[in-house]
């Protein structure tokens, strides 16, 4: 198992995301928001000198956590704003020499209306082509997106989409509902969703929330201290001989695409360091 993460949870510095890493003793990071722009989306001055920095730093991008069709883009926006996301992104990741892009099935129409499922499909057989005619992979993700309501609506991707992988995220079920079971739609469980589609799982993402209580959102926590299954999801990983990457994304002093950080870069920081220490410790018992 190699151990990289979403070091814009540390800061959107790409000096700091590099000085964290370090710090840690780790060969990788996954590249999502540098300054105020995610990778594919940054200035090509300030992309080259991302380029410069990871190079002398002597570290590599393990995924491009790109914003492709994610859960804040509805599957009725542009199909030109998806197609200029994926060409700058396929050019970016062959100058990083990175193999995945992480994607998503675009967000969730509200619940009991059209899903337009066709539609999804037909955009990421595009995708995924233009992805795969360059040597590259899009991994799927089980967020809030089409895919995300249930370990079924993922397999029906992924038998959909040739060649589409998937990225399991341990902590997205833990606020999600089960959308494949009747009212009241429980909540999703991680261990569940996990063990419907793990001979299919070829990149991994960690986070550990406590379920959401009354209306508030999931509490997020160190990994195996929430209901995420961290600790099992690891272990079973483990035994079938996993030996791809393990991507933190800590979500506790800072989640990306919410306004919820109390601006203390110091905390962000030192979270984001303390969460990588308790995975390598977590790794070591398994």
């Known amino acids: ?41 940054i200035s090509d001055a300030d992309f080259n000198e991302v380029v410069q920095k990871l190079k002398d730093a002597n570290i590599k991008v393990a995924e491009f956590g790109t914003l492709i069709g994610n859960w804040a883009k509805s599957i009725h926006s542009d199909w030109n704003l998806t197609f200029g996301e994926v060409e700058s992104s396929i050019e970016r990741m062959k100058v990083l020499n990175v193999k995945y892009a992480r994607i998503m099935s675009y967000a969730q129409e509200p619940w009991g209306e059209d899903q337009l499922v066709t539609k999804r499909i037909k955009r990421l057989r595009r995708i995924v082509d233009m992805f795969r005619s360059e040597g590259l992979e899009a991994v799927h993700e089980n967020c809030m997106n089409y895919g995300g309501f249930s370990a079924d609506h993922t397999l029906e991707l992924l038998n959909e989409v040739p060649d589409l992988k998937l990225v399991f995220d341990t902590g997205n079920p833990v606020f999600q509902k089960d959308r494949s079971k009747s009212e009241p739609y429980p909540w999703q469980n991680s261990w569940d969703f996990y063990d419907q589609v793990k001979e299919v799982v070829t990149h991994v993402h960690i986070k550990d929330a406590k379920y959401p209580e009354g209306g508030d959102d999931p509490k997020y926590t160190f990994p195996g201290d929430g209901d995420a299954y961290v600790k099992e999801i690891l272990g079973n990983l483990k035994s079938n001989g996993y030996d791809g990457f393990i991507a ?28 990588g220490r308790k995975m390598e410790q977590l790794i070591a018992k398994i």
């Open 248 to 275: 933190i994304e800590p979500h506790m002093a800072k989640v990306f695409h919410e306004d919820n950080s109390d601006g203390n870069v110091n905390k962000q920081y030192e979270v984001y360091l303390e969460y």
């Open 1 to 41: 198992m190699i151990l990289t993460g979403f070091t814009d949870e540390a800061s959107s510095d790409i000096d700091i995301q590099i000085k964290v890493t370090n710090e840690l003793g780790w060969s990788h990071l996954s590249a999502r928001t540098i300054g105020e722009y995610n990778i594919h989306d």
